[in-house]
């Protein structure tokens, strides 16, 4: 028999999601894109109302709407939870993407993949010099990506809060590459 529909005062009254029903409900997928890796997949977070709205809570915990001038959000799971962060702590949101996709005038960085560079890029306006910036990515691996993108917030002169993650691969050190930045990570492996 199918569960009765909750009544919409139930649903706004559900509790806050904890890191350990989180990491329950990542998928880990085997060898996805290439042999040797295995992806965190985020799409049952997201599917599941409450867990989604507890991560975005655990995402920005430390700070209150007022307190942050923009969300960073990086290309392109990022884009998910910097910009449901950014509309709970009233505060913008600014796109870090991959170089050649935003249509206006860019700065940008390059970063070390395994064996090749990439480059992630940002609107030359995305950020006032001196705005209180949270940089926000679904999943921090060896921290070229963050890096990068710390490096575009501080050529525009804003100052970064903290860097937070959902998901942080611990034995990959990317917290070493960003050092100096307070980071969160919300669930750790
Ligand atoms: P990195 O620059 O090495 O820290 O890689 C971080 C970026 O790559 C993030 O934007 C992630 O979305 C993606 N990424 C790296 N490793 C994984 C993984 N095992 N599962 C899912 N996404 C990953």
Same mark, same amino acid.
């Given at each position: %028999?199918?569960? #009765? ?13 904890? #890191?350990?029903?989180?990491?329950? &409900?990542?998928?880990?997928? #085997?060898? !996805? ?6 992806? =965190? ?20 915990? =430390? ?12 290309? $392109?799971?990022?884009?998910?939870? $910097? ?9 913008? !949101? ?26 992630? &890029? %940002?609107?030359?306006?995305?950020? =006032?010099?001196?705005?209180?910036? %949270? ?22 002169? $804003? ?17 070493? =590459? ?12």
């Amino acid at each position: %028999m199918k569960a #009765p529909k909750p009544k919409t005062t139930e649903v706004l009254a559900r509790p806050g999601a904890t #890191p350990s029903e989180i990491e329950r &409900a990542i998928r880990n997928v #085997p060898d !996805f894109p290439q042999p040797g890796i295995q992806f =965190k997949d985020i799409t049952p977070v997201l599917a599941d109302a409450r867990l989604f709205a507890g991560a975005i809570d655990l995402l920005i915990d =430390k700070w209150r709407p007022g307190s942050v001038d923009a969300v960073v959000g990086i290309d $392109a799971r990022g884009f998910i939870f $910097a910009a449901a962060a950014a509309t709970k702590l009233r505060a913008g !949101f600014v796109p870090v993407r991959k170089k050649g996709k935003l249509p206006f005038k860019t700065i940008e960085q390059d970063y070390a993949l395994e064996y090749a560079t990439a480059t992630v &890029a %940002m609107h030359v306006d995305a950020l =006032k010099p001196g705005a209180r910036v %949270m940089l926000i990515d679904d999943l921090l691996a060896t921290g070229g990506t963050a890096s990068a993108a710390a490096a575009l917030v501080k050529k525009l002169g $804003a100052n970064i809060l903290e860097i937070a993650f959902l998901i942080e691969l611990k034995f990959l050190n990317g917290r070493k =590459k960003l050092n100096g930045y307070p980071v969160r990570s919300i669930v750790a492996y």
